[in-house]
């Protein structure tokens, strides 16, 4: 799945000249083709049940307020986390990036917010939830355990978050990890991938509005 990600995005990239608007479309469906579709697939060929594959059980009611405290509540964790690796020096952002993402921004603002959050909160939220703290969560625990199972898999999102189309983002990794260890834990807990995608997806939306008014919030 990474490779193929990666392949594709940078495809995707190169090759598609369309709208801002219709980039994220055809991004929102590459994430879901890629990290709910192909898993899925495979699940059926090897005649295992979506619901096992996923774990989509329903927690317990507390669990799902807990999920969305931490959605909302997580990203200055994550923004210091990030600020603190800069200061380290570990970064790849320079003024020529720090520039086309300013111009890719600026090509947002034609976007209607609900379809930037949709095709890079709400999905990418569900559908990486489905393959990380799901296909994969539950393969590693079979083999070797729980704790086993957050570590890897939260190493994992970790290290797909650093791959971007266009190369290599260093700086997300800390952050990315911690969050994908959080987002595991909470998976051990809970025996369910379900508060981990509503934790997801609120917290990418989260970003997502507050990019889109940094203007009106600075």
Excluded at 83 to 89: E, Y
Excluded at 126 to 143: D, S, T
Aim: charged share 15%; proline share 6%; with cysteine.
């Amino acid at each position: 799945l990474f490779p193929l990600h990666f392949f594709a995005s940078s495809a995707l990239a190169r090759l598609f000249d369309g709208s801002p608007a219709s980039r994220l479309a055809v991004a929102g469906g590459l994430t879901a083709a890629l990290f709910g579709a192909l898993p899925a697939a495979v699940a059926w060929w090897n005649r295992v049940p979506l619901t096992d594959a996923w774990r989509l059980r329903a927690p317990p009611a507390v669990v799902w307020l807990a999920a969305l405290v931490l959605g909302f509540g997580a990203w200055p964790w994550v923004y210091e986390l990030v600020l603190f690796v800069q200061q380290l020096g570990i970064h790849a952002l320079d003024e020529e990036k720090k520039a086309a993402v300013e111009k890719l921004l600026e090509g947002w603002k034609t976007v209607p917010l609900a379809l930037i959050i949709l095709t890079l909160g709400v999905i990418p939220g569900i559908c990486e939830e489905l393959f990380f703290r799901g296909v994969l969560y539950g393969g590693v625990r079979r083999e070797f355990g729980g704790w086993t199972a957050v570590v890897v898999t939260g190493l994992a999102f970790g290290l797909f978050h650093i791959v971007l189309a266009g190369g290599a983002a260093p700086e997300r990794l800390v952050p990315s990890t911690i969050l994908g260890l959080w987002l595991g834990w909470i998976r051990l807990r809970s025996g369910s991938t379900l508060p981990g995608i509503v934790l997801h997806v609120c917290h990418n939306s989260t970003l997502l509005a507050m990019t889109h008014y940094r203007a009106e919030l600075a």
